[in-house]
């Protein structure tokens, strides 16, 4: 089982271009800094090399250490950032205010490296410095489920809930779990059991529970009661949870789209309004709306809410995904029918400035512009698709005729 942390992906820096300082005023912020703005390879070996420069001019600067190990860490060279922190360890001030952070780290480059039975008393010695650090805690966490402890995995849920009750810790370890940690399904299952007994009077538990239950399903209708019953009990323990009612609504959305029984998608919308009714501002909620009428083919629908997401600064991969499905196949609509084909030209071209590499795409392009017998340029589209997808059978077939149709235009 690989065990990936989920620290790094928690902490959340500004997003705006950056250039590290000169040499000698570098900070560790900084690095944290220039980190959030996706550096490339070449940069972080820019950044490397500088610091090391740090280093070079004074051997026991133990933060200059630091700063190399989580550049090295962004890169995912663990072995060399472990390296780097054992040599600042030789320096680090025993009675340092900040022996949270740095074991923290130290501990969290073991869990990468999967050396769990070395990583947990460094991330206790993290802990005795500053029990409330949630990242730490996190790391923690991540040795328990490692190491298939349920129970205390369940206790450490808790208390991170306990440190702060505005966030959902529960829902939010289910999603790295399951995406990061590729923990099996009864284990997730039986992670969130636990947490129900842990703190049975969080609603919290019981929604991740719920959605645990619905995700591993391999028959959603037959288990739906269950979790249908995990979702009342949560709503019971808090009635203006907004994510329940999000919940309930994606829940009846993949009944719909596994049964084919628009009634299911009805219901969804039901639970939808009920959300509207309690935030009806929400980004979160939009955004689930949104994918909501990518599901349903409501594409035009779909490209307003997605779009007012976007506006409202999220730019994820999940929205930009959704987005580019409804241009596309708005698009293709158009494509079909014949009609208003200038129209899906320019919806197709919305979807290629989201992704302009995109095969498929280049596809549906390609395809308009062949009905509208401007062969050359389709031509040309199909070519970058074909490149993209070379083993795709239906593109084939496409670019067969469109190469076909341009030969004997050009002839």
């Known amino acids: 089982m690989r065990i990936v942390l989920l620290l790094t992906a928690l902490i959340l820096f500004s997003h705006n271009l950056f250039a590290l300082p000169a040499t000698q005023d570098i900070t560790v912020n900084d690095i944290h800094n220039f980190i959030s703005t996706g550096p490339t390879t070449q940069e972080i070996q820019g950044a490397i090399a500088k610091i090391k420069n740090v280093i070079a001019a004074d051997p026991s600067n133990y933060t200059a250490y630091e700063m190399l190990a989580l550049l090295y860490e962004y890169a995912n060279q663990y072995e060399q950032a472990l390296q780097e922190l054992l040599t600042a360890a030789q320096y680090f001030p025993q009675h ?18 999967q050396r769990f039975d070395e990583a947990k008393p460094i991330i206790d ?20 489920i490692a190491k298939d402890m349920h129970k205390e995995a369940a206790q450490e849920l808790k208390v991170m809930s306990s440190l702060n009750k505005e966030k959902d810790y529960y829902y939010h370890f289910y999603v790295y779990a399951t995406s990061d940690l590729h923990k099996p399904g009864p284990g997730v299952i039986k992670l969130f059991q636990e947490a129900i007994k842990a703190n049975p009077k969080n609603n919290m538990p019981y929604r991740a529970f719920a959605i645990a239950l619905r995700d591993h399903s391999t028959n959603l209708k037959k288990d739906f009661p269950r979790i249908q019953a995990q979702l009342k009990k949560s709503l019971k323990l808090n009635q203006k949870y907004l994510y329940t009612y999000i919940s309930f609504a994606d829940t009846y959305m993949l009944l719909g789209l596994e049964t084919g029984k628009r009634a299911y998608f009805k219901k969804s919308l039901h639970w939808f309004n009920r959300a509207y009714a309690l935030e009806p501002d929400n980004i979160i909620l939009a955004s689930a709306m949104g994918h909501f009428y990518v599901n349903t083919g409501a594409y035009d629908k779909a490209i307003d809410t997605l779009e007012y997401v976007r506006a409202h600064g999220d730019n994820s991969t999940g929205i930009i995904d959704g987005l580019v499905y409804a241009y596309n196949n708005k ?24 992704r302009p590499n995109d095969g498929m795409l280049f596809t549906t392009k390609a395809q308009i512009l062949y009905k509208m017998q401007r062969y050359s340029e389709a031509y040309e589209y199909i070519k970058k698709a074909i490149a993209i997808y070379p083993h795709n059978e239906v593109i084939m077939e496409d670019f067969q005729a469109i190469k076909e149709a341009f030969e004997k235009q050009t002839k």
């Open 96 to 113: 340092s205010q900040e022996g949270d952070i740095f074991y923290g780290h130290l501990g969290r480059i073991y869990i990468h490296l």
């Open 125 to 144: 010695k993290a802990l005795l410095c500053n029990p409330d650090n949630l990242f730490n805690r996190m790391s923690l966490l991540s040795y328990y």
């Open 331 to 354: 698009a293709d609509r158009y494509y079909k029918t014949g009609e208003n084909l200038e129209s899906g030209l320019e919806i197709i071209d919305k979807a290629l400035k989201l």
